[in-house]
């Protein structure tokens, strides 16, 4: 069993719908939670942190964070096509430990 | 744009050669972070420096070693090619190397070996 799963999808959904990405993981001693967007080609780039356990908005985006699940979660209001991208989970256990990264689930959003 | 440049962009080489990739992190960043990303691993960290010292070591093959020179930059080496190696290579930059969230990604360099 892999550190974090993630459903590699494609997801394609229309453009204005809610997207929700999720993934789970088995170590509980993840403590720092983060969401990556990952355009074709490009690098990833941090788009939502959370600490520990709870939501987090950001405009468009809201990550939440059950620990007690092992699962967090991406919730993406009213899609636009430049959403369309990979998105990548990860976490780490301490200020000091390597991130350790979702497999990545393909988002497609539709005109 | 991250501020982190990779170079080369891609390369094509053969099994059995030497590549060597280059990192410069963003401006004032003392540590870099190097990563594999392949269709069927993913996104796997290989190792970081620190301010031109390794700090944490992930998957990294014996056939690989990088290091961070003076000037912060930092070298990525792959020896030994095989047709596995085959992936994208990411550096990350950040200020410190502890905030979980501060890792800037570079554009990648794209390893073809035939």
């Known amino acids: 069993q892999k550190e974090v799963e993630q459903d590699p999808g494609p997801l394609s959904v229309p453009e204005g719908a809610i997207v929700s990405l999720n993934c789970t993981y088995s170590?509980?001693?993840?403590?720092?939670f983060m969401w990556y967007r990952q355009y074709s080609r490009k690098g990833p780039e941090l788009l939502m942190y959370?600490?520990?356990?709870g939501n987090k908005e950001d405009g468009r985006f809201t990550a939440q964070v059950d620990k007690s699940s092992k699962y967090i979660s991406l919730f993406i209001r009213d899609s636009q096509p430049s959403d369309s991208a990979t998105y990548l989970c990860?976490?780490?256990?301490?200020?000091?430990?390597?991130?350790?990264f979702g497999p990545g689930t393909s988002l497609s959003v539709i005109p | 744009d991250s501020g982190v440049t990779q170079t080369p962009k891609h390369l094509i080489t053969a099994t059995g050669q030497r590549v060597t990739l280059r990192c410069s992190p963003r401006?004032?960043?003392?540590?870099v972070y190097w990563y594999q990303q392949s269709l069927d691993q993913g996104l796997q960290f290989l190792i970081q420096?620190?301010?031109?010292?390794?700090?944490a070591k992930g998957n990294i093959l014996e056939r690989f070693s990088a290091q961070q020179f003076p000037d912060l930059h930092s070298e990525l080496n792959l020896s030994s090619l095989e047709l596995g190696d085959s992936a994208l290579y990411f550096c990350?930059?950040?200020?410190?190397?502890?905030?979980?969230?501060?890792?800037?990604f570079g554009p990648g360099t794209r390893l073809t070996v035939t």
């Open positions: 990860a976490m780490k256990k301490t200020s000091y430990d390597k991130v350790i």
């Open positions: 990350a930059s950040s200020p410190s190397g502890t905030a979980p969230h501060e890792q800037y």
């Open positions: 959370t600490y520990s356990s």
């Open positions: 170590n509980s001693a993840f403590q720092y």
């Open positions: 420096y620190y301010n031109g010292e390794e700090r």
């Open positions: 401006s004032g960043d003392l540590s």
